[in-house]
């Protein structure tokens, strides 16, 4: 079973800058797609970004140019370098995996999820 643990969340200020950590179990890491979701209050949990399995990387458009996400395969482990932040995107982020078919933005229905890290920028 795949367990997802995120972390790295916080509270910064608009204009700043925090890193997310999510460390994956179960699977085999290299071979899945790694997405980074978000979700606001009142809000449906939304893909931020995409890592596939063969490198390339996918954007939401309110984060291109501000959020990269990169991945370890010797620490199965996924990132998001999330700079330049504003208050609009604050949520709780969550981690998923699955085939390069299914992380992608019309998908959500993974078998589970994290707890997720709450990320609020704020001054």
Do not use: H
Not at 22 to 28: E, N, Q
Not at 37 to 49: F, H, M, S, T
Not at 82 to 88: G, H, R, V, W
């Amino acid at each position: 079973q795949v367990q997802l643990v995120e972390s790295g969340g916080g509270l910064v200020q608009p204009g700043g800058s925090l890193k997310l950590s999510c460390r994956v179990s179960g699977i085999i890491f290299s071979a899945n797609a790694m997405g980074w979701y978000y979700q606001a209050p009142g809000k449906e949990r939304e893909l931020v970004a995409a890592a596939l399995s063969d490198g390339t990387t996918n954007y939401r458009d309110s984060v291109k140019g501000r959020f990269t996400i990169f991945r370890d395969n010797t620490k199965n482990t996924v990132y998001l370098q999330m700079n330049s932040l504003k208050p609009e995107d604050t949520a709780v982020y969550y981690c998923n995996t699955g085939s390069d078919y299914e992380v992608n933005p019309f998908f959500t229905n993974f078998p589970s999820w994290g707890q997720g890290t709450q990320v609020t920028v704020s001054s």
